[in-house]
Every structure is written in C-alpha cells, then in structure tokens.
C-alpha cells in the first residue's frame, strides 16, 4: 500500500493522506539554519546547534505523535469552525482534501474544508538565518468570507537538554519582547547578550500571544486552543512559564479571491559589544534584525527566495545524472539518495525522528563515511570537513570517536578506542582525492588533538591511521578491535566478570586481546589506498611497504580469519571465534564478509564467491541482508550490547542496512551483476513504496535498520534519514554497479550490470569537466566493459584519463 506518490518532474514526494505510519519528514535549511517537518506540520528548527540553538519545542515519545510544529489555524468567523491546515495539531476536524509535498530543502502542505484553501510553503532561504511560511488563503466559496488566521510555535529556551529537565528554574526564565507586532523571544539574553529568535508576521495583527496557557486555555491542547476557539486573542507577554509565538490576523475574502501572508521564524545574533546594547539594557537591539524582516515579508523577496532555493538544487544534482532502466535507481540517484548524502553532510546524527538533537556529536567514523556520498556534490565543504575531523586525531593515530560540531573538539566522554576509527580517515581522503585531485591537501599542516604547535601534514595523519592499527594486533597477527569497530554493540573487551558488576565502558574495556576481522578487511582496503596515495606523491618506498602490509594482513584473514565458508567476524577476549561454524549463535556475519572482499581478500582463490554464497544462502531475505544469524537469543555479557537487542532488531540480526552496499560492491566486484542489483532494489526506498504499510518509514529516503527475519514486524523500517546508509547505497550503485567510478589517475568505467539491462547513461562532472557517458551491452554479453571510447578515441582499460576544466567529454563504452 502507499501513501503518496513521486512527481519526479518537480522532484517531490507528494503525501496524499495524513495519517501515515509514521511522521514522514522533511529537512529545512543548508547552512547554519536548520529545521525538520513532518507531513503534519510537526517539527522544530535550530540554528547550527540543534542542541544548544534550539528555537523551538517538539516532544519525542508523546502522544499522539509528532508534537510540537509550524502550526497554523484557519477560523471562520462566521460560524466559528477551525482547523488547521496541515491536519495536525487538529487531526479530529476532517480535511475535505490534503496534498503534502516534500521537496529539496522545502515543504508545501495544502488542504481544504469547508470551501476554504489554504496551502503553506515552509522553507529556509539561503544566506538567512530565518525560515518563512508562506500561506495562501483562497476562497472557493461563492459568497465572501470572515476569516481570522492563528499562527503557532513554542520557543524552546536554547539548550533543548536543558528546556526538557530543569523545570525548577526554566519555568521563571522566559522574556518576550512583542514590537510593531514582531515577537521576539529574548530568554538568555540577560545572561549571554548576544542571541534571540523572532517571529513576524507580513499582516498588520488583531493580535498576538506569547504566553502558552493564555493562548491554549489552561488543561488545553494545540488541538482546540482557546484563543482560536473564541477568535481573539488576548496579547499576553509570558514571563517565565513557557512563551510560544503566535499571530492573530483577520481577512476577509471575495469569492475566489486569494490572499498571501507570510510568517517568519528567524534567529539573530548581536556582538556582545555592541554599543547599542549596554550591558544592564533590558531591551532587545533589534537594529540589525528590522531590514532582515521587512525584507523578508515581501512577496517578491520570497518568490525570489524559493526560486534561489530550486536553482541551488538544480546545480547541485545537475553534477550527476543517470538514466537507466530501472526508475526506481533513477529517481533515488538524481535525487533522492544525493539529498539525503547532502542532509546527513548537515545533520550529522543529531535532529531526525529518532535523534533528538541533544544526543551525540559528530562521529569520527561516521563523518567519514558519509563523505564519500556527497564529496562530488560539495568538494570544497568535503575538504574542510577531513581537515575538522583529522584535527581530532590523537598523536598516536588513535581517534576520539565523536567531536562536538560548535567547537570541533574531540569528545571526551566517549573517549577513544573504537579501533576502526582512524581507518575511515584514510578512506575519507582518498575518495576526496579521487574525485578531485586535489593533492595540495595532503600538505595542508593539521594539529594532533587541535593541539597548535602540533600540526603535521594530513599526509602524516595518514600514516599514524594506518600505524596504529600495525602497533595493535592481536594473538592472531589480526587487528585488537578495542571497544568495537563498525558495529558498536560488539564489545568484546567491554565487560565485567563480577556479576551485578556495571558494563565497563572506561579505558580498561580496550585493554583486552579480543581481535577483529573486520579491521582486518579494513586494514587491507585502507593500506592498498594508502599505497596508491604514496605512489601519487612518488614515495616508493613507502608505497612498497604499505602494499606488503596489506598482502600480511591478507594472509592473517585467509589463516586465521576463514571459516570455511565464510569470513569470521572476531575473536573474543578469551581468544574464542565468533561468527563461525563452532558458535551456536552467531555464526556467520555480514560486515568481514564485505569489508574484506571490498579489500580485495579471496577474490583470486575464490574465498570471495564462497562467502557471498554464504550470505545469499544464510543472511538474505526479500527485506535486506540481516547483520548475522542465527540471532542471539539471550544476553550474553561478552558480546556486550549487540545480544541486548530482542533478536531480528538493530545489531542483533536486524537488516542493518548500511552493511548492505558492501555485500552489493562485493558482488559487483566478483562481476555478479544480478545479485548486485537485486540486493540494491530490495534496499532501495523508492521500489519499496508499495509496502509502505510494512516498511512504515518514508519511501524516499533509507532508514538505518529493517526489522530481520527473526523480528515479529520483519520488513519494518526505523531510524530513517540520518545513516550511513544513504553514501554507501549511493557509491554502490554508482560507482560500482554503474561502475562509474573515481579513481587517483581518472574516471573509471567498469559497470557491472543485470543481465537484462541494455545499457544506461550518465552524465557526471569530474574535476571540472563534464562527461556524457554512454553504456551498451552487445549482443548476448554478460562480463566486463571491453571498448572506452573517449570523443571516439578508444582508450588503453577502461580509465577516462581527467580532461581539461570547462570541457565536455563524450564516453562510449562497450560490454562485450
Ligand atoms: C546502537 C548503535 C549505535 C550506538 C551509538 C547503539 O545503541 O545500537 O547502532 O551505533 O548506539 O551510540
Ligand atoms: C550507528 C553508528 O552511527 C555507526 O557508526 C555504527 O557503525 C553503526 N551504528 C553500527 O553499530
């Protein structure tokens, strides 16, 4: 069943029912001012820090769902009737007909009742640190109508941690100001003197409120507000309590006539020294803000503003574009995978439906890996990011695992020690450097810990990535996986004997011997880029060395690492295998199998094939490939958190689907076309639209985990937007299906497709130029490319060597 449809032409997804499963969101804002919002309405913005810049309120785990929003409510004054029109906050008063669109960094939501239309455009303009609602009012009517609109939000009182726990003090804290019917929210301007949200209007107001009771009714909900019931509102200033914004304005309109009004929620920010604003004044310096609003209430500057908003997008996707068989690739790989890679370059993991803002900062290995889904998209910003995130590293190579995104430091309360870290950084860079060439960026001096005076060349991080992993193996020559690797929940060192005893997560938990073929597969991977980046800089040597630590690593995966059939996973602090034929659970795992293959491990003795048999075999379902099997089925302490999942969720067996992609390069790798594509549609959100009723998360973007075979809700989906899911399907399906793929010396063509596809085509820009790039399949054909013509020129493989800047290329390749 679905709820909604694509309109592809405007690269929307169009919610034709309000109830959906789930909130089904949106992301507003692409640069420091941020929102979410759900196909109801509901939501919240913040301005870079969705913890400590939190402008308004939303409640996670309440019910009903989804609470806190960009309401507004429409009121006929004539009878008093009201609603609102994005269905929520007034989900009894039934909508004659609801439209909600989700589109690039916007959001339109339309409805009627009652012969009255109102639809309302939220989006964030760029350069502004403010978002505007749109709406327009039209009458359908044949007679005229009184209408009154109520606008609506709840400030939050900045740090959202805070505004959710301190009520003791929170509820005395609360200042308003309300100028010119602008109302501005001034709480923690005594105390810091430099920020406040405001909340305007385009019409000139009946009235306003700023105090939540004065405007709700006391014991009310959002859903029949007093102040929209009786049509008035009573101009109440909050003092302390909980202070909310909302605007009062009365229309009356012909029939069929149309009226636009605008509201804007916007942040701002004063110097400290501002010479207006000595210290001791109590009242707001709104100098620099009251241009920014005037402006941005006018019709045209907000026409203006959403067509910016659209062309940005158009240039942003316009760098890669495929047209192939299968729609549902096309329409995720032009849009929709890429917008996601771009919203989880902003969000890191902090503000989704399921990360709350106040959680985690950025993490070290996740940063990294979603580099490579929007490093071709926004180069410049992918450099500045490695330079953030290897300015974290700690001298001995070793990584904090998060860093807090305001201060770019490491985070101490995590500390270090998941032992796959600093492995990421190496793949980080060299996507950045295949795609862009760019190798001035591995000079660029870059301090241990933000320590100044420490820095050495990125290059030199590099190296320290790479020797940690060397200066930490275990007793069977593979790497110590430390607190866990890629999978967090597998803490083999991470517990206590003493029973009754708390997990001990402190720097005695990385102390054990436990070791992981997962790192291994890694280490491969990232000693082999290394090497390539080495014989870039021409330091043969060092080149030679890391291509032989590679070939060791890989002969401690074949020695101590294969089960038989399959890659193992570890082994314990007791020295005992997991994820092998001798466990009872957990016998076969997903991550060594794609990690070590993508390191290129057993390609050559057929290990490789084995194991991906081994996986289609034991770990596939219609759903997604499940993390392990069978799933444990009690807790067991030392494994830690991964056997504190109910089996078929998260790591215990779930699909967890950031792990899925690897399988699919894997396959493509082998040159199993078939498999590769079949496992990228059973993954891909948009060929899963039809049951959205079991997959209940939004059909346009993946969601980190699918309940597994053994989970009771198989199919279901959870924590969508915000994974690593979103680049690693996207470098899967483009660079290794498609196959068309960066590399150090130029653009490689190695498609490895399903047996049914003719051909495809692609448009991509590389290092400044563009290549129009064409794939056939002769007749009958199933391997490899075997002709590239560039501008009719055949090549030597199938590398595209880099053209000049400004230059358009065409690329004929022939699988034959
Ligand atoms: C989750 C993991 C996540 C970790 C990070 C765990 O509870 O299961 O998926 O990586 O928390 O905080
Ligand atoms: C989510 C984390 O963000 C990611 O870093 C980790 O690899 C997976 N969970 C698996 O545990």
Same mark, same amino acid.
């Given at each position: ?5 694509f ?27 941020? %929102?979410?919002v759900?196909n ?6 913040f ?20 609470? $806190? ?20 906050p /007034? ?10 669109r ?35 009012v ?13 606008s ?22 609360g ?18 003197r430099?920020?406040?949200a405001?909340?305007?209007?385009? !019409? ?32 109440? &200033? ?10 009062h304005?009365r ?27 000595p ?7 709104? @100098? ?9 209430l006018?019709?045209? /500057? #907000?026409?203006?503003?959403?067509a ?31 917008y996601?890679?771009?919203? @989880?370059f ?6 989704? %439906? ?6 985690? $900062? ?7 890996q979603?580099?490579?889904?929007f ?49 990421w950084? &190496? ?25 100044? %005076?420490?820095?050495?060349?990125l290059? !030199? ?20 996986? $430390? ?9 083999l ?11 001990? @997560? ?5 102390g054990g ?19 390539? +980046?080495?014989?870039?800089?021409e330091?043969?040597?060092?080149e ?40 009872? !659970?957990?016998?076969i ?10 390191? $290129?491990?057993? &390609? ?9 048999d ?17 799933a444990?089925?009690?807790?067991? +302490?030392?494994?830690? !958190? +991964?056997?504190?999942?109910p ?11 950031? /792990?899925n992609?690897?399988?699919m ?35 346009y ?13 198989h199919g ?8 690593? @899911?979103?680049?690693?399907?996207? #470098?899967? &399906?483009?660079?290794? +299906? ?6 150090f010396d ?12 003719? %051909? ?8 400044g ?16 490319v ?15 060597p ?15």
């Amino acid at each position: 069943m679905r709820y909604g449809h694509f309109d592809d032409d405007q690269r929307e997804y169009v919610i034709g029912q309000p109830d959906t499963p789930l909130p089904w969101i949106n992301y507003l804002g692409t640069d420091a001012y941020f %929102g979410i919002v759900s196909n109801t309405g509901g939501g919240y913005s913040f301005y870079r820090d969705a913890r400590l810049r939190r402008l308004t309120r939303y409640r996670y785990n309440n019910a009903p769902l989804d609470v $806190g929003g960009r309401y507004v409510y429409v009121r006929d004054d004539a009878t008093g009737d009201y609603w609102s029109p994005s269905w929520q906050p /007034t989900p009894e008063r039934e909508l004659d007909d609801y439209e909600c669109r989700h589109g690039l960094s916007y959001t339109r939501i339309a409805s009627a009742r009652g012969g009255i239309r109102a639809e309302t455009l939220y989006f964030a303009p760029l350069g502004e640190t403010l978002e505007v609602w749109r709406v327009r009012v039209t009458n359908d009517r044949d007679s005229a109508a009184e209408l009154s609109l109520f606008s609506s939000i709840e400030f939050c009182l900045w740090d959202a941690q805070d505004d959710a726990t301190n009520y003791q003090r929170n509820f005395s804290t609360g200042q308003v100001e309300v100028v010119d019917g602008v109302i501005y929210h001034k709480t923690e301007y005594r105390e810091r003197r430099d920020h406040f949200a405001y909340f305007a209007c385009s !019409e000139p107001l009946a009235g306003f409120d700023t105090q939540r009771e004065a405007f709700l009714g006391a014991y009310r909900g959002w859903d029949r507000p007093a102040a929209v019931e009786r049509g008035a509102a009573s101009d109440s &200033i909050a003092h302390g309590w909980q202070p909310i914004g909302s605007h009062h304005v009365r229309l009356t309109l012909a029939p069929g006539e149309t009226r636009e009004v605008n509201f804007l929620l916007g942040y701002a920010e004063n110097p400290r020294d501002d010479k207006f604003d000595p210290p001791g004044s109590q009242t707001l310096n709104k @100098t620099r803000v009251r241009p920014v609003i005037e402006r941005w209430l006018r019709p045209e /500057t #907000v026409e203006k503003g959403y067509a910016d908003l659209r062309a940005y997008w158009d240039a942003l996707l316009g760098g890669l574009r495929v047209r192939t068989p299968d729609q549902d690739t096309d329409r995720m790989v032009n849009v929709w995978n890429a917008y996601q890679c771009l919203v @989880t370059f902003n969000m890191s993991r902090s503000a989704s %439906g399921y990360e709350s803002g106040i959680g985690r $900062g950025m993490g070290f290995r996740d940063s990294n890996q979603d580099l490579l889904g929007f490093v071709h998209m926004v180069p410049e910003r992918a450099r500045e990011r490695i330079l953030d995130i290897a300015a974290t590293q700690k001298p001995t190579g070793g990584a904090y695992h998060q860093y807090q995104p305001l201060t770019k430091r490491g985070n101490n309360d995590i500390g270090e020690g998941f032992n796959d870290d600093p492995l990421w950084l &190496i793949l980080g860079v060299a996507a950045y450097l295949k795609e862009t060439g760019d190798l001035a960026l591995l000079d660029v001096p870059v301090p241990f810990d933000n320590e100044p %005076g420490s820095e050495v060349p990125l290059y !030199e991080h590099l190296r320290r990535s790479l020797r940690y992993t060397l200066e930490r193996l275990g007793p069977h020559g593979l790497p110590l996986i $430390g607190r866990a690797d890629w999978n967090d929940c597998l803490n083999l060192n991470c517990f206590s004997d003493t029973p009754g005893e708390p997990f001990q @997560t402190t720097e005695n938990a990385s102390g054990g011997v436990a070791e992981s073929v997962f790192i291994a597969g890694q280490f491969v991977l990232a000693a082999k880029e290394l090497a390539g +980046i080495a014989r870039l800089l021409e330091r043969d040597g060092e080149e030679v060395f890391y291509r032989a630590a590679a070939e060791k690593m890989a002969g401690s995966i074949a020695e101590h690492g294969w089960d038989g059939a399959w890659f193992r996973r570890a082994y314990d602090f007791y020295g005992n295998v997991i994820g092998s034929g001798e466990n009872d !659970e957990g016998q076969i795992f997903i991550e060594p199998q794609g990690m070590c293959i993508l390191g $290129g491990v057993g &390609i050559e003795d057929g290990l490789a094939q084995r194991a991906l048999d081994s996986v289609a075999e034991r770990l596939a379902t219609p759903h997604g490939i499940v993390l392990q099997q069978p799933a444990y089925s009690s807790y067991r +302490i030392e494994l830690g !958190e +991964i056997s504190s999942y109910p089996p078929g969720y998260k790591e215990n067996a779930g699909i967890f689907c950031h /792990t899925n992609p690897w399988i699919m390069i894997a396959e493509a790798i082998v040159g199993n076309g078939d498999r590769a594509f079949d496992y990228y549609r059973r993954l891909n959100p948009s060929a899963r639209e039809e049951i959205s009723e079991v997959h209940r998360c939004e059909p346009y973007v993946y969601a980190q985990m699918i309940a597994g075979k053994d989970a009771p809700t198989h199919g279901e989906a959870k924590n969508s937007w915000l994974s690593g @899911t979103a680049a690693w399907n996207f #470098v899967a &399906i483009t660079q290794w +299906i498609l196959g068309v793929r960066p590399d150090f010396d130029g653009l490689r063509i190695d498609p490895v497709l399903p047996a049914d596809w003719p %051909g495809f085509e692609v448009t991509r820009s590389f290092r400044g130029a563009t290549y129009e790039i064409t794939v056939r399949r002769a007749e009958g054909a199933t391997s490899r490319v075997t002709e590239v013509l560039v501008d009719g020129v055949p090549v030597p493989g199938n590398l595209v060597p880099a053209a000049a800047p400004g230059t358009t290329v065409r690329v004929e390749a022939v699988i034959g």
